[in-house]
């Protein structure tokens, strides 16, 4: 299946958790494409779609916003999942799980995850590292690729049986 794997990232991290995604996708046989949301001019062509972002200031970056702005009908129409990458604390990430599950509601996308990101002190600028206060004591990398590359599994796991489904519908 041609699948859609469009990220907002700032410095990185989660543009990384995307490559990784698109990895075990392609692995299992499709052919992922890795975006940035501002290069997808059109999703006609794709049977699915995986939609990631970074998380700044408990929200979600405008980019993915307004990818989802322009093509929200069609992204909802195909089998989507969604993820963010963070760093704060369960209680003050709240907010981002509901944004995100809020929006997921809203494409009815299959899942979404917040994954553990990645912060680096020395590669922000000053406005960034003031942004960061809340966040800069988690500095280093907590990404978990190994549960990153199961949820990715479990994403190429559904897209089989949507072309069993498929196949079974068309013989
Ligand atoms: C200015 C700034 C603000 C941030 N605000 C949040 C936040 O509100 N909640 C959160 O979970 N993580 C926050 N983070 C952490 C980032 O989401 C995390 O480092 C992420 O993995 C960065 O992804 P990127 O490298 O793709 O931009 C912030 C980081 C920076 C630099």
Same mark, same amino acid.
């Given at each position: ?10 410095? *990185? ?23 940035? $949301? ?23 970056? $405008? ?15 195909? $089998? ?8 704060? @604390? $369960? ?31 020395? *590669?922000?600028?000053? @406005? ?44």
């Amino acid at each position: 299946m041609n699948v859609l794997v469009a990220v907002a990232s700032r410095h *990185g991290a989660t543009w990384e958790i995307g490559a990784s995604i698109t990895s075990v996708l392609a692995a299992r046989g499709h052919h992922a494409e890795l975006l940035e $949301p501002a290069q997808v001019s059109s999703v006609a062509a794709y049977d699915a779609a995986v939609i990631g972002s970074a998380v700044y200031l408990t929200n979600l970056l $405008p980019d993915a916003r307004n990818l989802v702005d322009r093509f929200g009908t069609e992204l909802g129409a195909l $089998p989507l999942w969604l993820f963010a990458s963070g760093l704060a @604390a $369960p209680s003050s990430g709240a907010r981002t799980t509901i944004e995100l599950a809020a929006l997921g509601e809203q494409l009815g996308a299959r899942d979404h995850r917040l994954f553990r990101g990645r912060l680096d002190r020395a *590669g922000l600028s000053f @406005a960034e590292r003031v942004a960061a206060a809340g966040v800069l004591n988690r500095e280093g990398d907590h990404r978990d690729f190994t549960a990153i590359e199961r949820w990715a599994g479990g994403i190429a796991d559904e897209l089989e049986q949507v072309q069993a489904e498929r196949a079974r519908a068309t013989a």
